[in-house]
């Protein structure tokens, strides 16, 4: 291996990092419309619009420093030029065709989980055991688990209670006056947390209101000041538009979809983008060895980089494959009866036994209905509220204590536990709408596992082949592309 292997391996990790922001806005940014487009709020292109504009406002004001080394998941100090951009590479060779396999699937999958365990597969067979930092490892998977865990008891308990109230009346106005406005406040409480703690943490402003308002005062008083604020704003306006109270709701699932948006855009861009850069600095730096150390700390990023990432991710959300992850998502917790849906057989067993063992009770989610275009409203606004304001709310509990959190797993799991507050999964074929549930959180459990092994093996072929097994990874990047998209398609004529 030769100079030559560097610049070749810094010129493919450049195109290919510009592939991966695609595929990441291809599946993780397309769960960001999700609850608005369930509940027919506005058409599919202007939510895709105006998240995708969010994404790249928050890509825009993202740090202007990344973590090459994604958390500490492995040591790059230890290891050649070679090996380290042997990893760094091959991460990406498995990640875009991992990304495009599940989004072509309609399956929702976490691009933080996924290029954690790439990074672990790969310095697992280049470097061995001990250069993985399992302790960090352990703290990742179980900071994602614990958080897909919390947002489905959450959005449960919350849909429950907010369900209570409202009933199957959100378009009754002595309703949405009596109990609207301290369900807003409360979802605009979490969002403005959210923020605060999430998406513009970085903002030197933010961090000055967070030292006179939170640091000074306590997160406890200051929630519920917020609150009451926000529950009498809403009043107010509801008295001078007495008309409003029909847009009360979708309004606050715009604003969620928004939020979550632009954190995304600003948080997320990492994932796709610590590969490549570090790539680009060691190529940068002529393959020098003291430059490995550099990579354990910062590497600055240009604000035109982070703008031109953003645009890439949010290319992705306007994709064939990213409508069929959000459709397929939407389905699965859909109030109507009757929906499109795959899942494998024994998950559809599985599913009947879940199913005959609880009580079939009367569904609590509004009588299923279609908008003036004749297309299924999935959720009410109500419900699309509570699955965009409890992901923002836990997220941004992870976030300001430092826990890793997937947006994806976390909305996922909101959808879910929303619906089984709302019992829509105790009419129609339920089956398929609980098989499908099983079948993507398997698939959460596998994805790791065939990060690691392929992710492994690529990276060996690059070291050892150099220039010329990158140039075979290529070929078979292209090649199981190809494939995977026939499938993909046949799988969607077939079932859809």
Not at 137 to 153: P, R
Not at 246 to 258: C, K, R, V
Not at 375 to 380: G, L, Q, S, V
Not at 467 to 478: D, E, H, P
């Amino acid at each position: 291996m030769d100079f030559d292997f560097i610049t070749v391996a810094a010129c493919v990790g450049a195109g290919m990092l510009i592939w991966d922001c695609v595929e990441v806005g291809r599946n993780d940014a397309a769960n960001l419309v999700n609850a608005v487009l369930g509940a027919r709020v506005m058409q599919r292109r202007l939510a895709v619009i105006i998240a995708a504009l969010a994404v790249v406002t928050g890509a825009s004001f993202a740090s202007p420093v990344m973590e090459t080394a994604r958390k500490g998941i492995f040591d790059p100090t230890v290891l050649s030029i070679q090996a380290a951009l042997a990893i760094y590479v091959s991460v990406y060779f498995v990640d875009t065709v991992l990304l495009y396999a599940f989004s072509g699937f309609g399956m929702p999958v976490s691009t933080t989980a996924c290029l954690v365990f790439e990074l672990v597969g790969a310095s697992l067979f280049l470097a061995g055991f001990d250069n993985v930092h399992w302790p960090k490892v352990g703290s990742v998977t179980s900071g994602i688990i614990v958080s897909i865990a919390i947002s489905g008891v959450a959005s449960f308990m919350v849909m429950r209670v907010f369900r209570a109230a409202i009933r199957d009346k959100s378009d009754d106005r002595a309703t949405i006056l009596l109990h609207g406005p301290w369900i807003t406040g409360a979802i605009m409480t979490w969002l403005s947390w959210f923020i605060v703690f999430k998406g513009l943490k970085q903002v030197p402003a933010i961090q000055q209101i967070k030292e006179v308002t939170f640091e000074l005062y306590g997160e406890t008083i200051v929630l519920g000041c917020m609150w009451v604020a926000f529950t009498l704003f809403t009043v107010v306006v509801l008295l001078i538009f007495s008309r409003w109270y029909q847009h009360l709701f979708a309004t606050t699932a715009i604003l969620g979809m928004i939020c979550m948006a632009f954190a995304f855009g600003q948080n997320d861009l990492a994932n796709a983008a610590s590969p490549g850069l570090a790539s680009l600095a060691l190529w940068k730096g002529g393959g020098a060895p003291t430059d490995l150390a550099d990579l354990s700390s910062k590497i600055p990023i240009p604000p035109w980089a982070l703008f031109g990432c953003g645009v890439l991710m949010a290319s992705g959300m306007f994709t064939v494959y990213a409508q069929r992850v959000t459709r397929a998502e939407i389905n699965t917790g859909s109030h109507f009866d009757q929906v499109t849906l795959y899942a494998p057989n024994w998950c559809k067993w599985l599913a009947r036994q879940l199913l005959w063992m609880s009580s079939r009770k009367r569904s609590l989610a509004p009588e299923p209905a279609l908008n003036t275009a004749g297309k299924k409203i999935h959720y009410d606004t109500l419900r699309a509220s509570v699955i965009t304001g409890v992901s923002a709310s836990v997220i941004a509990f992870a976030s300001g204590r430092g826990l890793p959190v997937s947006t994806t797993y976390v909305a996922f799991a909101a959808v879910i536990g929303s619906g089984l507050a709302d019992r829509v999964f105790s009419r129609g074929n339920a089956d398929a709408k609980v098989g499908r549930a099983i079948w993507v959180v398997t698939c959460w459990f596998i994805a790791p596992l065939i990060a690691i092994v392929m992710t492994g093996c690529v990276a060996r072929l690059v070291y050892h082949l150099s220039v010329a097994g990158l140039l075979l990874c290529i070929a078979l990047n292209l090649t199981t592309r190809f494939l995977l998209r026939q499938q993909a398609d046949r799988h969607e004529q077939e079932h859809h």
